[in-house]
């Protein structure tokens, strides 16, 4: 739309500039008072600028975590969200390609049934079936590892069903000339659907990697062990600290750092990202 | 080098389609063989037989004198040119091209020679290090082509690979693909629903009309002596006209020319000559006819029109000159020798003089 209406502009900047506040406002006041002291935030006037200890606090939590409320250093929670989420991204992805390569490429009995029962499993969130999902990852002593965080999340019905649409847009002609090329089936999907579902690749890498890093129940629920904490449910812990008024200035000093990583994600990603969601190359 | 030869080959498919009905055809070593048929004939589904593309349901199919029915696309030592040319969309027209031989474990330099070869023969030199989508359609044609030639197969495979180009471009490569075909001698398959590429690239034409062979030969003989009525009306521009007649309007129509109740008789278009009414041959067609349209193209004119005797629509071409005016009744005639007889189920009389 090419207009000149300076009222339009003015309102339609008004109501932008108003979204923007609303969303940015909370990470700035968790981002000022994690730098100050924090009695400063108990006494319940909220200082709208930056304070003097942005150092101390941030220094405080990535060293020795926040013991007195239960948690460990940050640094290790961290590091535990930063894998769980790769794993998660990673095999989804890695899951969903083979699956819908199967899906679309052969001709094996109950093909569609197949299909059909990874799309229902799209209805069923994991917290419908947490509670069986908990009985079996601990019947096979996959509490407390990585495994066990991991793994009943990998399984994806989404990403599966978007490489699937994707696939089915490409010419059959396409795997038809591979095999008169001499190509194998794991040839023909190494050399030809991997490249051509790269801007879908890390589209969903995105996506999963923030869904990934977001996990606050499951964690909850398979670890008992501070090494495996993940950051999200850290948080949590701290915030919860039962005998003791909360270290606010720390807690949201973990806040900030816990925000990072999926953005830098998002922001390393998002040319694309966008490409991935907007363009197909064919 | 290779022969390739198909008996009773069928393919049906899962619901009781029958794509291709009895197929038997030799096509003799380095010839050009050209599959051609309306929309929906069999013809690209025969193709794809002969590619291993598809499984048939009875019947054989020979290279060279050894059954490859249940061989393997890249066992047969086939390239196939596919009509929207299927180049990989990610890979430059150098990889495009070396992909097949790379997976044959061809050694590195013979690759590179081969391609750079095909891409001089081909024109195609400039852009190896191109993307598909950064060249014009009949580039990407001719890189389709090149992925084909670096090969080396024994058979080439053509799938309309021309109908996806504006007029032109389909001229010149309908000739070059002629030019490369007869320089390389490779025999090989060409399916088109064009039957101006097939009278001009076939040294063997076959003629298909659901999922059956009406007529094989070489195009001229099949253009002259159509076996079904089909063909006639099939090979040819604009198609030959067929008069369905009676016994008794036979004999009032054609002069010493015998045909059975219920027949047929053809004529081309080009064949018929205006002449005065009274004027007629000593043997052979004399029609009258109501003119209903004229139509000019450059120099000359084709006139349609609803013959006085007989069932069926009429075209002649005539220089532009001469045309008549719509709404005029005129004659028509043409010599015995030039008609066609047809029995009433459609196939060729051989009595035809």
């Given at each position: 739309m090419v207009e000149n209406r300076p009222a339009f502009t003015i309102t339609a900047h008004a109501v932008l500039a108003l979204g923007v506040a609303f969303m940015v406002a909370p990470v700035w006041l968790a981002f000022v008072a994690s730098t100050h002291p924090g009695a400063d935030f108990l006494s319940g006037r909220l200082p709208l600028w930056p304070g003097p200890d942005f150092v101390k606090n941030y220094g405080a939590v990535l060293s020795q975590g926040v013991s007195k409320a239960g948690a460990p250093a940050i640094a290790g929670m961290l590091a535990n969200s930063l894998v769980m989420a790769t794993l998660i991204a990673v095999g989804k992805i890695a899951i969903s390609l083979l699956s819908a390569f199967a899906i679309v490429y052969f001709r094996f009995p109950f093909r569609v049934a197949a299909f059909w029962i990874i799309f229902l499993t799209?209805?069923?969130?994991?917290e419908v079936r947490i509670l069986p999902t908990f009985e079996v990852v601990s019947q096979l002593g996959l509490l407390n590892s990585y495994a066990g965080l991991t793994v009943p999340l990998i399984a994806s019905a989404t990403a599966t069903f978007l490489f699937r649409q994707f696939f089915m847009t490409l010419p059959d002609e396409l795997a038809e000339a591979a095999r008169i090329d001499g190509a194998s089936a794991m040839g023909f999907f190494r050399d030809i659907l991997l490249p051509l579902s790269r801007t879908n690749i890390a589209a969903l890498f995105v996506i999963l990697f923030v869904y990934g890093w977001n996990q606050y129940l499951w964690p909850l629920l398979v670890t008992?062990?501070?090494?495996?904490?993940t950051i999200v449910m850290g948080i949590q812990r701290m915030a919860r600290a039962a005998d003791d008024t909360p270290l606010w200035h720390l807690v949201m000093a973990t806040t900030i750092l816990a925000l990072l990583p999926p953005v830098l994600v998002v922001v390393a990603m998002q040319r694309l990202f966008v490409k991935g969601l907007v363009e197909t190359e064919k | 080098m290779a022969e390739v030869a198909l008996r009773q080959v069928s393919k049906t498919y899962a619901?009781?389609?029958?794509?291709?009905?009895d197929v038997s055809l030799m096509i003799p070593d380095g010839n050009l063989c050209v599959l051609v048929g309306p929309?929906?004939?069999g013809k690209s589904t025969l193709l794809r037989i002969v590619a291993g593309l598809e499984a048939i349901t009875a019947g054989e199919v020979l290279l060279d004198g050894e059954?490859?029915?249940?061989?393997e696309p890249a066992e047969r030592d086939i390239a196939m040119v596919f009509q929207n040319y299927?180049?990989?969309?990610?890979?430059s027209v150098y990889d495009n091209m070396a992909y097949g031989l790379r997976n044959r474990r061809v050694p590195a330099d013979a690759i590179d020679a081969r391609v750079r070869e095909a891409a001089r023969m081909l024109q195609i030199a400039d852009f190896?290090?191109?993307?598909?989508?950064?060249?014009s359609g009949g580039q990407r044609q001719r890189v389709a082509m090149g992925r084909a030639v670096?090969?080396?197969?024994?058979v080439f495979l053509f799938d309309e690979?021309?109908?996806?180009?504006d007029a032109k471009l389909r001229g010149s490569m309908r000739v070059e693909i002629r030019r490369l075909q007869r320089s390389f001698g490779t025999t090989s398959i060409y399916v088109t629903h064009d039957q101006l590429e097939a009278m001009t690239l076939a040294d063997l034409l076959v003629v298909m009309n659901a999922g059956r062979v009406e007529q094989i030969g070489p195009p001229l003989e099949i253009y002259e002596r159509p076996a079904t009525t089909f063909v006639a009306t099939f090979i040819g521009a604009p198609p030959m006209n067929l008069l369905h007649v009676t016994a008794a309007e036979a004999a009032a129509l054609a002069r010493g020319v015998p045909l059975p109740e219920g027949g047929v008789i053809g004529v081309r278009p080009d064949e018929l000559i205006l002449a005065d009414?009274?004027?007629?041959?000593?043997?052979g067609l004399a029609l009258n006819f109501a003119v209903r349209a004229v139509e000019r193209i450059g120099p000359e004119c084709l006139v349609y029109g609803s013959p006085e005797i007989g069932r069926g629509d009429l075209v002649i071409r005539v220089s532009g000159a001469t045309a008549p005016t719509p709404g005029k009744t005129v004659c028509a005639v043409a010599p015995a020798d030039r008609l066609h007889l047809f029995a009433p189920s459609g196939t060729r009389l051989h009595s035809t003089p």
């Open positions: 799209l209805m069923l969130p994991v008992s062990d501070p090494s495996y904490y | 619901g009781g389609v029958a794509a291709v009905r929309s929906g004939c059954v490859v029915n249940h061989r299927a180049l990989y969309p990610h890979m190896l290090d191109r993307k598909p989508r950064e060249l670096v090969r080396r197969p024994k690979p021309l109908s996806n180009l009414a009274d004027v007629r041959p000593a043997a």
